[in-house]
């Protein structure tokens, strides 16, 4: 009898744990039209006309002929590459300026000074209602990376961002080293998210972020011509993506690193030009470890913005019916 009390007892707390994260229905459609939900695009993909049209929109002869990539044992094999990085691999140096001609720098920090950009990725999460309250209540926005699968999945959850003014983007349909990937692949992962966040949220964001940061000039050709000018990368990583207990990093050390980069706030490190830090709504570990933080990086720091605000990207939008302040704008500063 108590075991099966116990039994009741934790269904209830499994259950309301999970309640958010419970698949639903919606109006929305992705059994066709998209590849599957967490794959790579494939062949059943390529072979429509949808994409081929996006394909050929591409002047292929300004993407260059970069060979991807290998993943072995989840990780991108850096051996044999040439120590003077040619493709301007970020993986392998943090590489950032393109060799390619007419290639864009990607976006590293926030250009004003003692400037802290606020970023989480691999969103929407199923649970992060608690996190976007949290935002809420302190009228604070960041710049979302979101994953089209995630869009996919949790469409409620999506549709909040722009609700809550939050500046979107786009990271990938499921997650890949993208300079591991096919031309044909790459431009699905970043098609099809794009597809998702438009036709669930209604926008169609100008900026990506590569998932690992893992972004060569061939990657970023392609970006730019699927209208995707802006790559966003960091130059802070708090590490909270490897945290325990899915990670090898234990809270302390999180901790510690985000430390660190209060303490910039104070020190003069960013005098003259500011920060973009990579953090995660992955789950609940690193949401509470933002929401821990977050008070202690808004006293350390002049400014705490989304990366279209230390940009100054007033239409972050392909829609033009859209519109962001400005840095001066959203800070209050002239
Ligand atoms: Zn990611």
């Known amino acids: ?45 390529f072979n429509t006309d949808e994409f081929q049209q996006v394909y050929n929109s591409i002047d ?26 040619p493709d301007c691999w970020w993986t392998y140096n943090q590489c950032s300026s393109p060799n390619a001609p007419g290639v864009q720098p990607d976006v590293t920090i926030c250009p004003e000074p003692e400037t ?39 469409p409620k959850e999506a549709k909040r961002a722009l609700t809550d003014g939050h500046h979107i983007c786009c990271h990938t349909w499921s997650h890949q080293y993208m300079t591991s990937l096919t031309n044909e692949e790459v431009v699905g992962e970043l098609y099809y998210a794009l597809k998702a966040i438009k036709t669930v949220i209604g926008v169609t964001p100008l900026c990506w972020r590569p998932p690992y940061g893992d972004v060569d000039d061939r990657v970023r050709a392609i970006a730019q011509q699927l209208n995707l ?22 809270s302390d050390q999180i901790d510690s690193n985000f430390q660190s980069f ?41 400014y705490v913005v989304p990366i279209a605000t230390c940009m100054n990207v007033t239409q972050p939008y392909a829609e033009s019916d859209y519109s962001y302040p400005s840095f001066t704008d959203y800070t209050g500063t002239n």
Do not use: R
């Open 1 to 45: 009898m108590l075991s099966f009390l116990l039994f009741i007892l934790g269904s209830l707390i499994t259950f309301v744990i999970s309640q958010d994260c419970t698949p639903y229905s919606s109006s929305y459609d992705f059994s066709s039209g998209y590849p599957n939900i967490w794959e790579k695009p494939t062949s059943d993909n």
């Open 229 to 250: 000018p802006m790559t966003v990368l960091w130059n802070l990583d708090t590490n909270d993506w490897d945290m325990e207990p899915d990670g090898s990093e234990t």
């Open 60 to 85: 292929w002869s300004q993407v260059p002929d970069i060979q991807p990539h290998t993943v072995v044992n989840g990780d991108i094999d850096q051996s044999n590459y040439p120590d003077d990085d």
């Open 116 to 154: 802290w950009g606020l970023t989480y990725d691999d969103g929407p999460n199923c649970a992060h209602n608690t996190f976007y309250d949290f935002l809420k209540e302190n009228d604070q926005n960041a710049t979302m990376f979101f994953i089209g699968s995630n869009v996919a999945n949790w």
């Open 262 to 302: 209060v303490d910039m706030g104070t020190d003069g490190t960013f005098a003259n030009s500011g920060c973009i830090v990579l953090e995660h709504e992955l789950n609940n570990g690193t949401m509470s470890k933002a929401m821990e933080w977050y008070p202690k990086i808004v006293n350390a720091y002049q």
